[in-house]
């Protein structure tokens, strides 16, 4: 059978750099670093003080307090970018039909602030006392039936968790889900809400964080030499993704065509990468062929790079083997340096970034580079620290998780 095509109508996004869609890509092109301390919980006495969270957000601004209740941060958030993605597409004011919705989300961990907040209130207790709504706040899957009941959309709704992969693996499976002709529209994309004692004191016991707390603002560095770590971030991001003849017939504006979707694993370690970039390479190789394009129609690369000494030596090495020559002419960056590491929503709030690259022909840096680092291939064109013009018809957008999970989107313009 013929596949079908699918593109972009509508996106949203809250992230620790922009509450919505607009703010995040203008702070995007400034170069705006999302981390400063934590005020979510008492960090004094954590090794790191500091993350991206969002800024100035009030879920009664959102949601009524029953409501706001029952929810978990992570959904809260991913509610969020979910209504500023519909009414962008403006799939409910064109009467679509809502039995051919679907909701794919990803979430890498769920409701932890939720967790931790039960089962320490249990702990300091002789009698176990939960909250009716512990385990339907907590669970990962429960963003996209929120959604779904917020709309009356009755196509298919779940969620992908694969730690830091898990929104790439939305998107892709989205698409794949569209071309079968399984759905129409699918409201797809990822929220975390992991800046919590818990989130913090766990990525700090694997010494994975950065803990440049005199200023935060530099700690989130891919590819400097002195990287110590990723910096934590919060936020969600939704992208409406909707067959292409679908998106004609209504008169939808479309702003690209999701075209290739690449998945692979590292087979090598649970939280560290291959060190020849093994599964990297592989999963840009399998989303080039899936979208039937060569290594030298790539114009723009958002790597996945976390800042962490082993990952971005990986990844670099990974593209330099992929693009060979052409490596040196495309733009390539690690948005992290100003979001931090949004975990499960990585994938959705960077593959909007690639994305904005497209519709505007603007490239956002890598901040905070200061020193090369002699192991990284310097001829490759890291945008470091001021944005870059560049006419990009091909992005691509790079997502590892732990447990050696990898997933590659590839939009086009059309």
Same mark, same amino acid.
């Given at each position: 059978?013929?596949?079908?095509?699918?593109?972009?109508?509508?996106?949203?996004?809250?992230?620790?750099?922009?509450?919505?869609? %607009?703010?995040?890509?203008?702070?995007?092109?400034?170069?705006?670093?999302?981390?400063?301390?934590?005020?979510?919980?008492?960090?004094?006495?954590?090794?790191? %003080? =500091?993350?991206? +969270?969002?800024?100035? =957000?009030?879920?009664?601004?959102? =949601?009524?307090?029953?409501?706001? !209740? !029952?929810?978990? $941060?992570?959904?809260?958030?991913?509610?969020?970018?979910?209504?500023?993605?519909?009414?962008?597409? %403006?799939?409910?004011?064109?009467?679509?039909?809502?039995? $051919?919705?679907?909701?794919?989300?990803?979430?890498?961990?769920?409701?932890?602030?939720?967790?931790?907040?039960?089962?320490?209130?249990?702990?300091?207790?002789?009698?176990?006392?939960?909250?009716?709504?512990?385990?339907? *706040?907590?669970?990962?899957?429960?963003?996209?039936?929120?959604?779904?009941?917020?709309?009356?959309?009755?196509?298919?709704?779940?969620?992908?968790?694969?730690?830091?992969?898990?929104?790439?693996?939305? @998107?892709?499976?989205?698409?794949?889900?569209?071309?079968?002709?399984?759905?129409?529209?699918?409201?797809?994309?990822?929220?975390?809400?992991?800046?919590?004692?818990?989130?913090?004191?766990?990525?700090?016991?694997?010494?994975? @964080?950065?803990?440049?707390?005199?200023?935060?603002?530099?700690?989130? $560095?891919?590819?400097?030499?002195?990287?110590?770590?990723?910096?934590?971030?919060?936020?969600?991001?939704?992208?409406?993704?909707?067959?292409?003849?679908?998106?004609?017939?209504?008169? /939808? #504006?479309?702003?690209?065509?999701?075209?290739?979707?690449?998945?692979?694993?590292?087979?090598?370690?649970?939280?560290?990468?291959?060190?020849?970039?093994?599964?990297?390479?592989?999963?840009?190789?399998?989303?080039?062929?899936?979208?039937?394009?060569?290594?030298?129609?790539?114009?723009?690369?958002?790597?996945?790079?976390?800042? #962490?000494?082993?990952?971005?030596?990986?990844?670099?090495?990974?593209?330099? *083997?992929?693009?060979? +020559?052409?490596?040196?002419?495309?733009?390539?960056?690690?948005? %992290?340096?100003? #979001?931090?590491?949004?975990?499960?929503?990585?994938?959705?709030?960077?593959?909007?970034?690639? @994305?904005?690259?497209?519709?505007?022909?603007?490239?956002?840096? #890598?901040?905070?580079?200061?020193?090369?680092?002699?192991?990284?291939?310097?001829?490759?064109?890291?945008?470091?620290?001021?944005?870059?013009?560049?006419?990009?018809?091909? /992005?691509?957008?790079?997502?590892?998780?732990?447990?050696?999970?990898?997933?590659?989107?590839? =939009?086009?313009?059309?």
């Amino acid at each position: 059978m013929e596949l079908k095509r699918v593109v972009v109508t509508g996106f949203g996004a809250i992230t620790p750099i922009g509450n919505n869609a %607009k703010e995040y890509w203008e702070n995007l092109v400034k170069g705006e670093s999302g981390a400063a301390p934590i005020t979510l919980f008492d960090a004094t006495n954590f090794k790191t %003080k =500091f993350a991206c +969270e969002v800024k100035n =957000f009030d879920p009664l601004q959102h =949601f009524d307090k029953k409501e706001a !209740k !029952k929810m978990d $941060r992570n959904t809260q958030l991913g509610l969020v970018a979910a209504r500023e993605a519909v009414a962008h597409s %403006k799939i409910m004011e064109d009467n679509v039909d809502k039995n $051919r919705v679907g909701v794919i989300w990803g979430s890498g961990i769920g409701g932890l602030e939720t967790f931790e907040t039960e089962v320490l209130g249990w702990a300091n207790t002789e009698i176990p006392r939960f909250n009716p709504f512990f385990i339907p *706040k907590m669970i990962a899957d429960i963003t996209p039936g929120h959604i779904s009941i917020e709309y009356g959309f009755h196509g298919p709704n779940y969620t992908t968790v694969s730690a830091c992969a898990s929104s790439a693996n939305a @998107l892709i499976d989205s698409k794949m889900l569209i071309q079968l002709g399984k759905a129409d529209v699918i409201v797809c994309g990822g929220s975390e809400a992991a800046v919590t004692a818990s989130g913090v004191g766990g990525f700090n016991a694997m010494m994975a @964080l950065s803990t440049r707390n005199d200023d935060p603002t530099t700690a989130s $560095r891919p590819f400097d030499k002195d990287r110590d770590g990723f910096v934590l971030g919060e936020g969600a991001g939704c992208i409406i993704l909707e067959e292409y003849e679908h998106a004609v017939k209504r008169g /939808a #504006t479309i702003y690209a065509e999701l075209q290739g979707g690449g998945l692979s694993a590292d087979a090598h370690h649970m939280t560290a990468p291959h060190p020849e970039g093994l599964g990297a390479y592989l999963v840009m190789k399998s989303c080039l062929e899936d979208a039937g394009l060569t290594a030298d129609e790539v114009d723009h690369i958002n790597m996945h790079g976390t800042s #962490t000494p082993l990952g971005d030596i990986a990844e670099s090495n990974a593209i330099s *083997k992929l693009l060979g +020559e052409h490596a040196y002419d495309i733009q390539i960056n690690s948005t %992290k340096s100003m #979001t931090g590491h949004l975990l499960g929503a990585a994938g959705v709030i960077e593959a909007i970034a690639a @994305l904005g690259t497209i519709i505007h022909g603007i490239v956002p840096p #890598t901040i905070n580079h200061f020193t090369d680092d002699e192991n990284i291939d310097s001829r490759l064109n890291f945008t470091f620290n001021t944005a870059v013009k560049k006419d990009v018809k091909v /992005a691509m957008s790079n997502t590892f998780g732990f447990g050696g999970h990898n997933a590659c989107v590839l =939009f086009k313009k059309i």
